[in-house]
């Protein structure tokens, strides 16, 4: 055994501490794992199941609001038939006690009310695969001609055992004070203006949940209805653009150190990750490329009148940067912009190809979605959530919340004495 680096936390005494590992490999001084989740399951199989592992002690998981989330993710203007069957709930398996988390891993299962995976008869082969899908790239990837096995995994439904842990990472941040707000920004040429700030979001929130399609402008969303509806009626689907605000957000979560440890890297391939997302934004994004740096850069102000707050009174006048300079939080709310792109399942077909035969022809169809922007903006949310809280444990750490309280809060202290 070597001694390793030395580990100072948080007001403790520096530490040597013992490491069997090459200098560089991140060692959790508290021995907590970081924050991870997998998920498993099949969309018409028997269940859907989320490992969540890194969630520290004495966090209670607030259900009612987990399931909510997950029912707002089953909801939307232009789901499918799918969602009058399920009713997604979580159920714990592992990792809670009596409402509150142990420090150990979570399992939550979410079950499938439309199981019937091994029913050739229900859940035929599919062989003409879908343009935009993952049947044909999977099928030769599996080196088969029935493209069943990899949509049942590529499908959408996994999103469900998504949100489940995200909403974990939700409440842990909502324990800390740092609230997630995702909506839907527009699709084709209906798009909202309205501006969200730290100010006005929990007014958009309470617009965005009127709205049948999660957007927090009432003429925007009816100009979004409409296009769902039109591309309804021409067996055709949708995508679109959603936005997720973080607020309250510590400064320095992230790192510029290393390629991995930046945040907003971390951010766009959580976001990036989930089915039918083609690009990602922070702040401007794409926009900067046409524009001065005088124009993009936020100014840096001073205001004593805020210092009290998470931002440490470093405000700025506008927040192109999305709240991410060099890959680490900067205090102003965290802004990512998601692009999905329009469900691959055509009512009407696209050219395809029968693997069995090279026969060309329409792909195949299952019943499936016209748009699942307003879910996807669900999903968003807490993926950017979890990425997030993940950040936040691994700057402030702790095996309970208790700790993770009290450093949260002494690091800000710190900070402010810094000003003298
Ligand atoms: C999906 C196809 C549809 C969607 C599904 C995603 O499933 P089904 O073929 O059972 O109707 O409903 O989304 C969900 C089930 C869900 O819960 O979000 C696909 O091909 O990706």
């Known amino acids: 055994m070597t001694w390793g680096r030395m580990v100072c936390r948080r007001g403790a005494a520096p530490a ?20 991870t989740f997998r998920t498993a399951g099949e969309s018409h199989g028997p269940e859907l199941i989320a490992l969540v592992e890194g969630v520290p002690a004495g966090l209670a998981p607030d259900v009612a609001f987990m399931n909510a989330e997950l029912r707002r993710r089953q909801g939307g203007y232009g789901r499918g038939g799918r969602q009058r069957i399920e009713t997604d709930e979580v159920t714990f398996l592992a990792g809670v006690r009596q409402g509150r988390t142990t420090g150990a891993p979570i399992a939550i299962r979410i079950m499938n009310r439309d199981s019937r995976l091994d029913d050739p008869g ?38 469900a055992a998504r949100v489940a842990a995200g909403t974990v990472a939700s409440c842990l941040l909502r324990a800390l004070d740092i609230e997630c707000f995702g909506f839907v920004r527009g699709l084709r040429d209906a798009l909202t203006t309205v501006e ?91 926009a900067v490329g046409g524009l001065p740096g005088s124009q993009v850069h936020d100014p840096i102000h001073f205001d004593a009148a805020s210092a009290a707050a998470r931002h440490l009174g470093y405000v700025r006048p506008t927040n192109n940067a999305g709240g991410l300079e060099g890959g680490m939080t900067n205090g102003m709310p965290i802004v990512v912009t998601g692009t999905m792109k329009p469900i691959s399942t055509l009512l009407r077909g696209m050219p395809s190809i029968d693997l069995r035969t090279g026969e060309a022809g329409h ?19 807490h993926a950017v959530a979890f990425e997030v809280a993940g950040a936040v444990l691994e700057k402030f750490g702790g095996d309970s919340m208790r700790e993770l309280r009290a450093h949260l809060d002494a690091t800000e202290r710190m900070a402010r004495a810094l000003r003298g």
């Open 16 to 35: 040597a501490v013992p490491c069997d590992r090459p200098s560089g490999v991140r060692v959790p001084s508290t021995g907590m794992a970081s924050l």
């Open 122 to 159: 229900r859940t035929p082969p599919l062989h003409r695969p879908r343009p935009g899908h993952a049947d044909l790239a999977g099928a030769i990837k599996w080196l088969t001609d029935d493209c069943r096995d990899a949509l049942e995994r590529a499908s959408a439904r996994e999103t």
């Open 196 to 286: 969200v700030t730290a100010e006005n979001w929990r007014s958009m929130l309470e617009a965005r949940d009127r709205s049948e399609v999660y957007c927090p402008d009432a003429s925007a969303s009816q100009r979004i209805i409409d296009h769902i509806r039109r591309a309804k009626v021409d067996r055709d689907t949708v995508g679109g653009w959603c936005e997720v605000h973080v607020f309250n957000v510590p400064i320095g979560l992230g790192s510029c150190v290393q390629w991995d440890t930046k945040l907003d890297g971390r951010l766009a391939r959580a976001v990036m990750s989930i089915q039918a997302f083609k690009a990602v934004e922070i702040g401007l994004g794409r």
């Open 363 to 381: 792909s195949d169809y299952e019943r499936s979605d016209v748009c699942a922007l307003p879910a996807a903006s669900v999903v968003m949310q």
